[in-house]
Structure formats: structure tokens, C-alpha cells
Nanobody
Framework: QVQLVESGGGLVQAGGSLRLSCAAS????????MGWFRQAPGKEREFVAA????????DYMDSVKGRFTISRDNAKNTVYLQMNSLKPEDTAVYYC????????????????????WGQGTQVTVSS
């Protein structure tokens, strides 16, 4: 079992930056692929970014490419999402998620491919 706790959300003006953190419990964190998803009011949860267990590969949704960066520190059991040049349309609750099959070297792009979820952290970008 893995518990995930997100932090770092908040209110920021358009063009600003935030860094989200997701701290994981458990000794198997380093073998999990990790992902970030977001959900805006009235919308479905959508994929934002993912990273392989060793950080060797990453992937992003098109609208955040060049602005967001996912990274991880396996020694700290933590995954990060650096968000720059934020836009009002980035406003959502952001969730981190863990894929326990990540030891295979891949990561999922769909929410149903992830096994564990955090409680979410609110990001609000004002115009």
C-alpha cells in the first residue's frame, strides 16, 4: 500500500509559477511510475504528466509542454511538478498517482492505469 500526499498548490497570477510536491510512503516508491492529473470543475480528470520509475522518460499533455516539468527524487520518495507560465485554464485540483507496474519501464496516460492516488491540491490561476 502506498499513501500519497500532495502539497504546493495555491493562488497565483497568470504568468507565475508553482511547484507541486507529492510525498509517498512505502519502500516501493522507486519502482513505481508516477503521474500527475488534474480536474477542473465540471470536467473529467485529465492526464498532465508522467515519469518512469528511474526518471529516464517523461511525457506531457500538449497544452503544458514547455511550461511544466515532472521530476522525481527516489531518495526522498517524492515526485514534483514544476509549473511555469501558468494560465487561467490551468486552474484545477491536481492529483499525483502511482502505477505499481512501473517497474516494467513504462507509464500510463490514463487514470485507470494508476493504482494509488493522493487527495489533491488546488491550483488557482487568476487572470
Amino acid at each position: 500500500q502506498v499513501q500519497l500526499v500532495e502539497s504546493g498548490g495555491g493562488l497565483v497570477q497568470a504568468g507565475g509559477s508553482l511547484r507541486l510536491s507529492c510525498a509517498a510512503s512505502g519502500r516501493s516508491f522507486s519502482m513505481y511510475a508516477m503521474g500527475w492529473f488534474r480536474q477542473a470543475p465540471g470536467k473529467e480528470r485529465e492526464f498532465v504528466a508522467a515519469i518512469t520509475w528511474n526518471g529516464g522518460r517523461t511525457d506531457y499533455m500538449d497544452s503544458v509542454k514547455g511550461r511544466f516539468t515532472i521530476s522525481r527524487d527516489n531518495a526522498k520518495n517524492t515526485v514534483y511538478l514544476q509549473m511555469n507560465s501558468l494560465k487561467p485554464e490551468d486552474t484545477a485540483v491536481y492529483y499525483c498517482a502511482a502505477d505499481r507496474t512501473g517497474y516494467r519501464g513504462a507509464y500510463g496516460l490514463r487514470a485507470d492505469e494508476y493504482d494509488y492516488w493522493g487527495q489533491g491540491t488546488q491550483v488557482t490561476v487568476s487572470s
